[in-house]
């Protein structure tokens, strides 16, 4: 191994299926295009196969209902298609013991795999727990891959973070003290830091906030407050709330049904180039395309 080499990751251990999925998967979707994502709640396993944006609307929501099985069945397969945002979610799934025993290794693991295929989530995630400690053992050299990695996608948290570990003696601003504890397992205390941020004018911080009441991650698991949070960072530009709001429109999870709002925030958050909004942007125009 040459010196500077990172040694390389384990690999998310897909089921047999999963591994034939993975090998024809993209000549597949080639094949046989993009459904609209209007039916994501009522899709099967072939829907999102065809169409992985569809699959992560319906876990998505299946997320948002405490219903983690469900959504761990559909992330386990759009995993087996390499899926980054599948393998980031089932991830997370692990770090917080949500519908199974906590498990940090296997969280470790996929987040590792995400990162493997591009995800900039899973990079960046991994590069603030390597960066921090606490959850997993502090690796400052693992740390500045993954968030060099997450910052050439342009991932603005990764950037600051890798300024804060070369600049030791710069005062962190009150989202990145936020950041740092959520890294550290300290997520009570990382609300509060974000609740502060807030007030600060800081439109991530009300994202950050609205994930957390969503998954009940330090704080009391909430949907309701949860859009709401989302709703102000998403008017503030915050491209990650803009997602997570037409998702809960699209869906019914966390607000009342309405396609075209949903459609709005889907847009502006695609027009960031917000990778999940992206592809589900581009399922929606090939739709409207086709005769």
């Not at 591994?19 to 046989?32: E, K, N, T, V």
């Not at 991932?155 to 989202?175: E, G, N």
């Not at 300290?186 to 807030?198: G, I, T």
Request: hydrophobic share 45%.
């Amino acid at each position: 191994m040459a010196p500077n080499q990172l040694p390389r990751p384990p690999r998310y251990a897909a089921k047999p299926a999963a591994r034939m999925i993975a090998l024809h998967g993209a000549l597949a979707l080639a094949l046989l295009g993009v459904p609209a994502l209007a039916g994501a709640q009522d899709s099967q396993v072939e829907d999102w196969l065809r169409n992985p944006a569809m699959g992560n609307y319906k876990a998505y929501a299946e997320f948002k209902m405490a219903h983690y099985a469900a959504a761990r069945h559909i992330w386990e397969t759009l995993a087996g298609l390499g899926n980054a945002d599948a393998l980031f979610n089932l991830g997370v799934l692990a770090e917080d013991g949500l519908g199974e025993p906590q498990d940090l290794r296997k969280a470790e693991a996929l987040y590792l795999a995400g990162a493997e295929v591009g995800g900039f989530k899973a990079q960046y995630r991994l590069g603030l727990l390597y960066s921090t400690g606490g959850i997993l053992q502090q690796d400052l050299v693992r740390a500045r891959h993954y968030l060099g990695l997450a910052a050439a996608h342009g991932d603005q948290d990764a950037r600051s973070r890798l300024q804060a570990l070369a600049q030791a003696d710069r005062p962190l601003s009150l989202f990145e003290q936020a950041e740092a504890l959520s890294g550290s397992g300290r997520h009570s205390e990382a609300a509060l830091r974000y609740q502060e941020a807030m007030a600060g004018g800081e439109a991530r911080a009300h994202t950050r906030l609205g994930w957390m009441h969503e998954a009940g991650r330090g704080v009391e698991r909430d949907l309701d407050r949860a859009a709401r949070l989302f709703r102000v960072g998403a008017q503030r530009g915050d491209a990650e709330a803009q997602y997570a709001l037409a998702v809960m429109y699209r869906t019914g999870r966390g607000l009342e049904k309405d396609r075209t709002l949903s459609l709005q925030w889907l847009q502006r958050a695609a027009e960031q180039n917000y990778p999940p909004a992206v592809a589900a942007w581009r399922a929606e125009q090939d739709n409207a395309q086709r005769p």
